[in-house]
């Protein structure tokens, strides 16, 4: 050892004393240690490619759609409705292949629509709306915004995008801060522009060929001398298009129909067209503010019937009941509710725990939505619980006469459409 | 051609990790980890502790990146948070480092006790003095890195450093002093213990 006087002793000392082996920084390893950090950064990208320059003007517009695949359903309905344009009817002189011809030049047009259902059921009051202003462009997608009511206190308002040219669909709710961008592959774009295609009125108009309608004369829609026409339909329930006699293209649309069985009454409204506008890609580019948080539906594989299952176990479990609703912007608010159960933990690592119920329901949702629209999947969280071995969960159809049901203490089985008929209506209402 | 990385401004390199880009991330990661892991060391006295605050620092840095303001002032908002986390994690172990100086019968090599002293003197500076000495010694950080992580001018660095070194050098004259003034009976060793 150095003696005291010597200038540099101290500083060998020093070195001596706290001077520790470089550890080599490993980040691939930090990475696989918080995922949620690379989420963070990855979410941060995919918004970063997205964000406009432009101010945000997300919240001036019309809060209006629901972004549900039921939304998508109902723009489809609205879509044959437009397509319902189409009428055979001579009578008045316009020709169906005139709007054709007419629907055929249309590169983008406007419209809104209202969508409301309403069951007469003392024992099953049930009112839906959904209120949607669309924009559909040949060259750049479709773009929803609306609302759903669906009972009187509880209102959804989206932003719904589909861009085929980004191979994406973006899913944006201003009330829960979120977003859902949903990133497809090529079959996926493929299937979501045939459903577009069906929506166009082009496609409505050939299918409206093999109707029978009937004239229901000249009026005047907002000024616009239109000519109406009718279709009743065999099954029940009218449909009813007024056409601007001028340009050839539809003004309003109506469709109403009551399900005697059910006691359902639908009723759809699609007006407020505008044929032939002009679209700026930027109405396209949708805005994402810095301080909402990006949920990503990547290109993951599809979850399978054990992955959807797990998420509802390990809520389950921890709750002793199923989140109310597997919408996603739900997901969080439910775990969040239940964050008190989980015992025993630092807070970091109750953190990560509630994070990985969270991203487990959230596969939870993607099964049962992947099934919602074309599978006729339920869920029924909100009165089903664990301990309810004999009650229905959720359900999917997998045949034309069979369904798998997932039960509330998670067994599984596969039951033909008169039992699921049994096991439903002896659901708590 | 694209920079590679390191030839970037950190700058560059900051407002890339902020929109997100992982390996923009991954290089400050790689840049001020072992910085993190001395500042935090200052602190706690403890290594593997130590290297937990560097690890949840960059998680917090992760999450609060859109909210710096300066990107030139990354790494002294880093040591910031690695300051603040590491506390909360003295307050949450309820513990506070200490440096006792024990006298025990147990024989210690005479060089392991000078180490201990230097340490307890280095123990006794101001935070601010004691972060200093650390990341000067701890892996041997150059100036220009201490001072990003300080935050503060190579001027302040240099007077900062003499001054605490000049501190550990009173502290240790006044130890041996002590022992001068009050020599131990044979087989006593003078044994100092970090507790925390």
């Known amino acids: 050892m150095k003696r005291p006087n010597d200038k540099n002793w101290l500083d060998e000392a020093l070195t001596k004393a706290i001077g520790s082996e470089e550890t080599k920084p490993n980040f691939e390893k930090w990475k696989q240690e918080h995922p949620e950090a690379v989420e963070m950064l990855t979410s941060r990208a995919v918004r970063a490619s997205f964000i406009s320059k432009r101010p945000l003007n997300i919240r001036k517009i019309i809060m209006k759609n629901p972004i549900t695949k039921l939304a998508v359903a109902a723009v489809v309905i609205i879509a044959c409705v437009i397509g319902l344009t189409l009428w055979r009817g001579t009578q008045s002189g316009i020709a169906l292949a005139d709007v054709l011809a007419r629907i055929e030049q249309v590169k983008a047009y406007r419209y809104k629509s209202s969508w409301k259902i309403t069951i007469d059921d003392p024992n099953n009051l049930y009112n839906f709306e959904h209120r949607t202003t669309n924009l559909v462009s040949q060259e750049y997608g479709s773009k929803q915004n609306g609302e759903q009511h669906l009972d009187p206190n509880i209102v959804y308002t989206f932003d719904y995008y589909f861009l085929p040219q980004k191979k994406i669909t973006l899913e944006i709710s201003p009330k829960a801060k979120k977003c859902l961008l949903t990133e497809l592959d090529d079959t996926q774009v493929e299937r979501m522009r045939k459903q577009n295609e069906n929506m166009d009125p082009r496609s409505q108009v050939k299918k409206f060929l093999e109707g029978k309608y009937e004239s229901l004369g000249r009026s005047t829609i907002n000024g616009i001398e239109v000519e109406g026409f009718q279709i009743t339909h065999p099954t029940g329930g009218d449909e009813k298009m007024w056409v601007d006699v001028k340009t050839l293209l539809p003004v309003r649309y109506e469709f109403e129909v009551f399900d005697q069985v059910k006691k359902r009454h639908t009723r759809v409204v699609i007006d407020n067209c505008q044929w032939d506008v002009s679209v700026d890609a930027a109405e396209f580019e949708p805005v994402i503010p810095d301080d909402y948080i990006v949920v990503t539906d990547s290109k993951k594989p599809a979850p399978t019937e054990e992955d959807a299952m797990q998420g509802l176990k390990l809520y389950g479990g921890l709750s002793g009941r199923y989140p109310d609703t597997l919408y996603w912007t739900d997901i969080e608010g439910h775990v969040e509710r239940i964050k008190e159960n989980v015992k025993g933990l630092t807070e970091e690592k109750r953190t990560k725990r509630l994070k990985d119920i969270a991203e487990r329901l959230h596969e939870t949702r993607r099964f049962y939505y992947a099934r919602a629209k074309e599978k006729g999947a339920e869920y029924y969280g909100k009165t089903v619980t664990p301990k309810d071995a004999d009650k229905v969960l959720m359900r999917w159809k997998v045949s034309d006469n069979e369904y798998r049901v997932i039960y509330g203490d998670l067994h599984t089985e596969t039951v033909t459409s008169e039992k699921l008929v049994e096991l439903e209506a002896a659901l708590p209402k | ?196």
């Not at chain 2, 560097?54 to 710096?68: G, H, K, T, W, Y």
């Not at chain 2, 450093?161 to 020599?183: C, E, G, M, S």
């Open chain 2, 1 to 196: 051609m694209a920079m590679k990385l390191e030839e970037q401004s950190e700058e560059r390199i900051v407002e890339a990790a902020r929109n997100g880009h992982l390996e923009s991330f991954g290089a400050l990661y790689e840049r001020y980890y072992n910085p993190m892991v001395a500042l935090a060391y200052s602190m706690l006295a403890d290594r593997d502790l130590a290297e937990d605050v560097a690890q949840e620092s960059f998680m917090v840095a992760c999450r609060d990146l859109p909210n710096l303001k300066s990107k030139d002032k990354f790494a002294a908002w880093l040591a910031g948070i690695c300051r603040n986390i590491a506390r909360q994690m003295l307050k949450a172990k309820g513990k506070r480092i200490l440096l006792n100086v024990e006298y025990s019968s147990d024989s210690q090599d005479g060089r392991e006790q000078h180490c201990d002293a230097i340490r307890q003197a280095v123990w006794k500076l101001r935070e601010a003095q004691r972060e200093l000495i650390v990341l000067h010694y701890f892996n041997g950080f150059s100036r220009a890195q201490i001072c990003q992580v300080l935050g503060i001018s190579p001027q302040a660095v240099n007077g900062r450093l003499v001054r605490a070194k000049r501190k550990i050098a009173k502290h240790l004259k006044r130890i041996r002093q002590d022992k001068q003034d009050n020599p131990l009976d044979s087989g006593q060793a003078c044994k100092s213990r970090q507790k925390t």
